[in-house]
């Protein structure tokens, strides 16, 4: 009989497996190997590479993990990337230096407490776009599902980024 469990964060339902996970984002394996395939899907089409910061930013927030040094910094990290991008209009080839500067701050960081649930769009449901177009229309709703859904804490971003970057 086939096993299944859930992704703590996003929810999704996968086939039990005993694979790797991240070192500090927290998800199930299933989700983890999902989130594998899709990034090799961009790093083998550059169409689908277009959105790759903003996959990158969506699954980290989606999957934040426990309180620690690097999950207190990847929040704040990934959530101004995305706040860049969503508030400034800044280009999504701009957002890994924006994320490099947000890293000079991390003495300023506090633990976020992520919200109740981050279960709306999963990284199954961005493996389901047949064409590049379909899958960058994709990327960008799951980003910023995870920008709204994070917004009780979008002002302690904006400090950070209207003060210094
Ligand atoms: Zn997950």
Request: with cysteine; net charge neutral; charged share 20%.
């Amino acid at each position: 009989m086939m096993e299944y469990e859930c992704c703590v964060w996003c929810g999704l339902k996968t086939e039990k497996s005993a694979g790797a996970v991240h070192r500090y984002l927290e998800s199930s394996p299933g989700c983890w190997a999902k989130y594998g395939e899709l990034l090799a899907r961009e790093y083998e089409n550059y169409e689908y590479m277009s959105v790759h910061e903003l996959t990158v930013d969506a699954y980290a927030l989606q999957h934040p993990g426990k309180e620690s040094p690097q999950t207190i910094g990847s929040i704040y990290i990934h959530l101004a990337s995305l706040y860049s991008y969503f508030m400034f209009g800044r280009r999504i080839s701009e957002l890994s230096s924006i994320r490099k500067k947000m890293t000079r701050y991390k003495d300023t960081f506090v633990w976020l407490t992520p919200p109740e649930d981050l279960k709306a769009i999963t990284v199954a449901d961005i493996l389901e776009s047949k064409t590049a177009v379909q899958h960058c229309a994709n990327v960008k709703k799951w980003a910023e599902y995870l920008f709204e859904t994070w917004g009780i804490h979008h002002s302690k971003i904006a400090n950070i980024l209207v003060t210094n970057l």
